[in-house]
């Protein structure tokens, strides 16, 4: 299994340091974003930009969540352990269920891409 990791990369540094707003700032002057495998545990993410993030591998223990809108992002084996989700939006091709396991229980998101 792979560990989380941090990326090098001044946008990943404004993330883990939970400055959001900038982010979304520098992200528009950018193309899509491979945040595969990052360590996001126990952020405060709220307001966060998702859209065309590779997250996949990605690890979400106990981070903030909420509102975020993750339907534009690619989360494949990304684990949500203990994370706050309320009123987040997921891709449709990821069952109710597999999101509950993986809050409960740590499991990775598996679902088909299109």
């Not at 990791?5 to 340091?17: A, G, H, K, Q």
């Not at 223990?61 to 989360?75: E, K, W």
């Not at 449709?92 to 598996?110: H, K, Q, Y």
């Amino acid at each position: 299994m792979s560990q989380p990791r941090l990326i090098d990369s001044p946008l990943f540094t404004l993330v883990r340091e939970e400055k959001i707003q900038a982010f979304n700032e520098e992200k528009r002057h950018v193309g899509p974003l491979d945040f595969s495998g990052g360590d996001f545990r126990g952020l405060d993410l709220r307001n966060l930009d998702a859209e065309g993030i590779d997250l996949r591998d990605a690890y979400f223990r106990s981070a903030d969540l909420r509102g975020i809108d993750f339907r534009g992002a690619q989360l494949e084996g990304a684990s949500l352990a203990h994370a706050q989700i309320s009123g987040a939006y997921f891709p449709p091709e990821l069952s109710a269920d597999e999101i509950l396991m993986s809050v409960n229980f740590g499991t990775r998101l598996r679902y088909r891409t299109k």
